[in-house]
């Protein structure tokens, strides 16, 4: 069965420095891999996806992302962390064998919060 | 391009009572999904629509919660009789057909119910 981990419940981290939130996921195929961000009081935006190619995948805001197919991991970083992206990280996982459904598998999401 | 659209933002009723949730997707995207997300997790697909019929219903409570979507664009969610375990945020989201199995979804802001 498909499932993400996300290990951390909160990450903290100081403005300006990097930021690192941790994924890891179970699909028995190769995977399709997406993060998103919630802000409080509104719905989930997309980030970044991994499909195929480069396992360096960059997205919206600055946020990257490395997928780690050895390590079943796709971590989420930022080089230089900013205030507003204090958010909540959301790992989520498709497995595309799964047929004609594009379900989703979601992580229990990660808290950053970035200190000034 | 207009987001996608859900009504109401927040909902306080009382357990036994019926409640619908009423989302418009964003313009020419044919799959809609509706989501659960109780506090604390991830985001679990209730019910995903492809046009108008369901191509996954599998965590849908059916005994209690209905969903349709008459005419492949905009859809309502009920729950009837509600219990206090239905409190949750529930999230409608939408993609395109191309790309089908790789697209990102586009969530609106999602309907809070409190069932007291």
């Known amino acids: 069965a498909q499932s993400v981990a996300q290990p951390e419940d909160q990450v903290n981290v100081a403005e300006g420095n990097p930021l690192t939130v941790k994924c890891t996921y179970s699909?028995?195929?190769?995977?399709?891999l997406f993060w998103y961000v919630q802000y409080p009081n509104r719905g989930l935006q997309f980030l970044l996806k991994y499909i195929t190619g480069d396992n360096l995948v960059k997205g919206s805001y600055g946020f990257e992302a490395e997928f780690n197919k050895s390590q079943t991991s796709f971590h989420l970083k930022k080089p230089s962390a900013l205030v507003s992206d204090s958010a909540l990280y959301f790992c989520?996982?498709?497995?595309?064998?799964?047929?004609?459904?594009?379900?989703?598998?979601f992580g229990t999401g990660t808290l950053l919060a970035v200190q000034p | 391009e207009a987001g996608v659209a859900q009504s109401p933002r927040y909902k306080i009723i009382e357990k036994r009572q019926s409640v619908a949730f009423w989302c418009n997707p964003i313009?020419?995207?044919?799959?809609l999904y509706w989501y659960q997300q109780i506090l604390g997790q991830g985001p679990k697909l209730l019910i995903q629509?492809?046009?108008?019929?369901?191509?996954?219903d599998s965590q849908l409570p059916k005994d209690r919660f209905s969903a349709e979507r008459l005419k492949g664009v905009d859809s309502t969610l009920k729950i009837q009789p509600a219990k206090l375990e239905d409190s949750a945020v529930y999230l409608c989201?939408?993609?395109?057909?191309?790309?089908?199995?790789?697209?990102?979804?586009?969530f609106g802001p999602g309907t809070r119910l409190t069932v007291l």
């Open positions: 989520a996982v498709r497995d595309p064998s799964g047929g004609a459904t594009n379900k989703l598998i």
């Open positions: 629509f492809q046009n108008n019929g369901v191509v996954d």
């Open positions: 699909v028995s195929g190769n995977p399709y």
């Open positions: 313009s020419g995207h044919a799959t």
């Open positions: 989201a939408s993609s395109s057909l191309a790309g089908y199995s790789y697209n990102e979804q586009f």
